[in-house]
């Protein structure tokens, strides 16, 4: 059984930053893909940063986001800089039950927390 508890959300002024916190219940949380991804209304899911013992970024934020993982805590986080208004979006963590993640395809990814919302205007 898997259950993911995303937090950290809010709303920010650009240039602002944030950082997100996925708290899971698991058992193989050391071990397997995990990835953050966001979406909003009438788009895609999009993924932004994923981590399967290194940590890969979306080339469309590099620079900006960074994941991280406390295997104590088991705990998955997104810290991001420099945000601006096309960062608004809810945000989601996941998780693809492999070794590797392979592949960064929201549809390749089983568990779901139920998100957090992340608003940037001025």
């Known amino acids: 059984q898997v259950e993911l508890v995303e937090s950290g959300g809010g709303s920010v002024q650009p240039g602002g930053s944030l950082r997100l916190s996925c708290e899971a219940s698991?058992?193989?949380?050391?071990?397997?893909?995990m990835g953050w991804f966001r979406q909003v209304p009438g788009k895609k899911r999009e993924g932004v940063a994923w981590?399967?013992?290194?940590?890969s970024i979306a080339d469309s934020v590099k620079g900006r986001f960074s994941i991280s993982k406390d295997h104590v805590r088991k705990i998955l986080y997104l810290q991001i800089f420099d945000l601006r208004p096309e960062d608004s979006a809810m945000y989601y963590c996941?998780?693809?039950?492999?070794?590797?993640?392979?592949?960064?395809?929201?549809?390749?990814?089983?568990?779901w927390g139920q998100g957090t919302q992340v608003t940037v205007s001025s």
């Open positions: 996941a998780v693809r039950p492999t070794r590797w993640c392979q592949t960064h395809d929201a549809s390749n990814f089983k568990y």
């Open positions: 698991m058992a193989s949380f050391s071990v397997d893909c």
């Open positions: 981590f399967d013992g290194r940590p």
